[in-house]
């Protein structure tokens, strides 16, 4: 296998997607997209690349992180021909469609979910992201940045740990280097890291403290409420000069779960097992008698809050399913519903101390 492919992710896997097209054409990885076409990184270096007609016409637009077939014509002027079989993807639901796809990036090993240790740092935020990386069948990784702003990092990891014991969690301080070297375990030859999180948590200088130069553009947060200024505007896949491959993000607005299902079942896992044991296989986990959920919450195994997060989870995914399938059950929908006031009833009836 070439070295140079082999540093940019390439493997047997795509190789084989590649069989096709193996006359006339190379192998490229998109870096970044913009209106007029692509750049893609090649094994001669990074070439700017059109795409072709019929692919636009059906509509098959490569992602950042993408594999491609690629021609070169006399003039010089790479095309894109086709998009090789994903190993992966990251998507979200298309903030700008009413129910489209959007892929954030392709062919992915680990995503960094990365917060900032003040205000960003929000729990219901992370199993949204956590349900997103889940369902993509890449390994989530949890950054907490900003480590020199915050007085109690220990209790912020505990807290993370508590809503998902099985994914590491790291407190980083980017703009100081410290903390960094346990990173270091993710960036390899050829293998991908995604950057994920808001505007302003330090996703862009996470990676000139991994380069030691200012390879990103990074700008200070606004001083009122520590949000981001989306420096970052063009998602972008880098070669790191030590070895490893990362894209950087824009930080993103609006996060809303696509075809998640599976994902959430993942973050969730400890709704799902007490779901499991209801007595009543059709639970609604409402008033039904021996309801662990009820009982988990009562008992405080549950937090309320985490449940909630569940059920509007749910429901957000299920009214895009009903978006993309008009037929799906009535019964479906009326349990989501359900389960809403559900939600609502028991938070009521705490409230109230009954
Ligand atoms: N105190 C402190 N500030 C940091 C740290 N890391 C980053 N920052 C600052 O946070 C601000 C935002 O950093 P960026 O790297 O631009 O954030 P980003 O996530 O790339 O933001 P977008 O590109 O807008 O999505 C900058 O002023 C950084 O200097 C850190 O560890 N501690
Ligand atoms: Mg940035
Ligand atoms: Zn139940």
Not at 9 to 21: A, C
Not at 63 to 89: E, F, P, Q
Not at 147 to 166: F, G, L, N, Q, W
Not at 232 to 237: A, F, W
Request: net charge positive; with cysteine; proline share 3%.
């Amino acid at each position: 296998m070439d070295p140079a492919l082999r540093k940019l992710g390439w493997n047997s896997f795509f190789g084989e997607g590649f069989r096709e097209y193996v006359l006339g054409y190379e192998p490229g990885r998109v870096s970044s997209i913009n209106k007029n076409g692509c750049k893609a990184h090649t094994k001669s270096g990074e070439v700017r690349a059109r795409i072709s007609g019929k692919q636009r016409q059906d509509c098959l637009y490569p992602a950042v992180g993408d594999w491609v077939a690629l021609s070169r014509d006399n003039a010089g002027t790479y095309t894109i021909h086709a998009i090789l079989t994903r190993k992966n993807k990251i998507s979200r639901k298309d903030a700008g469609r009413a129910t489209g796809e959007q892929v954030i990036a392709a062919n992915i090993d680990v995503a960094f979910i990365m917060t900032s240790l003040n205000r960003d740092l929000n729990m219901r935020r992370l199993e949204r992201y956590l349900a997103l990386v889940r369902q993509s069948e890449v390994d989530p990784i949890i950054v907490l940045n900003k480590s020199d702003i915050c007085t109690d990092v220990d209790a912020r990891i505990k807290e993370v740990k508590a809503i998902t014991p099985d994914v590491p969690v790291y407190a980083i301080c980017a703009t100081e280097g410290i903390g960094m070297e346990a990173l270091s375990l993710y960036f390899q030859e050829g293998k991908t890291v995604v950057l994920l999180g808001s505007s302003g948590v330090g996703k862009s200088t996470l990676i000139n403290a991994l380069e030691g130069f200012e390879r990103q553009k990074v700008c200070e947060v606004r001083e009122d409420d520590s949000r981001g200024r989306h420096t970052t505007t063009v998602r972008e896949l880098i070669l790191l000069e030590k070895g490893g491959i990362i894209i950087d993000n824009p930080g993103m607005r609006e996060l809303q779960l696509w075809n998640a299902g599976e994902g959430l079942k993942n973050t969730f896992r400890d709704i799902e097992e007490l779901a499991a044991q209801c007595k009543f296989s059709d639970c609604q986990h409402e008033t039904e008698p021996g309801c662990m959920i009820q009982k988990g919450i009562k008992e405080g195994m549950l937090s309320q809050v985490r449940f909630e997060s569940y059920v509007k989870l749910q429901r957000e995914l299920l009214a895009v399913e009903r978006k993309k399938s008009p037929e799906l059950k009535a019964a479906e929908r009326k349990k989501w519903k359900k389960l809403g006031h559900m939600a609502e009833e028991i938070r009521n009836r705490k409230e109230r101390g009954i």
